[in-house]
């Protein structure tokens, strides 16, 4: 009897989109330029943006930024901007 119910919740466990793989829930990061209102980007300040580039100086994507739609739009024409005035490199290495 206390077997068979073990079993069962062992099954319950697994069909349980909780314990599923696929379906794990990640914590979303919060958008940094949205959680701090007076962080404001600028394109002339090298040190903010490079945490926006990888080490080749590529624009990180959303899922790495964790940036909204909004806020990552400001920051790819900003590093864009701050290449253009060559204060971040087109290209690195
Ligand atoms: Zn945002």
Redesign the pocket.
């Known amino acids: 009897m206390a077997d068979k119910k073990q079993n069962n919740r062992r099954n319950n466990r697994n069909n349980d989109e909780d314990f599923n793989p696929k379906f794990r829930k990640v914590r979303k990061k919060v958008?940094a330029?949205?959680a701090n209102k007076d962080l404001v980007l600028d394109y002339k300040n090298a040190d903010q943006l490079k945490k926006f580039v990888n080490e080749k100086g590529k624009i990180l994507p959303r899922r790495a930024t964790g940036?909204?739609a909004?806020?990552q739009r400001d920051i790819t024409l900003a590093v864009k901007r701050a290449r253009h005035i060559a204060i971040l490199p087109y290209s690195a290495n």
Do not use: D, I
């Open positions: 958008c330029l949205c940036a909204c909004k806020h």
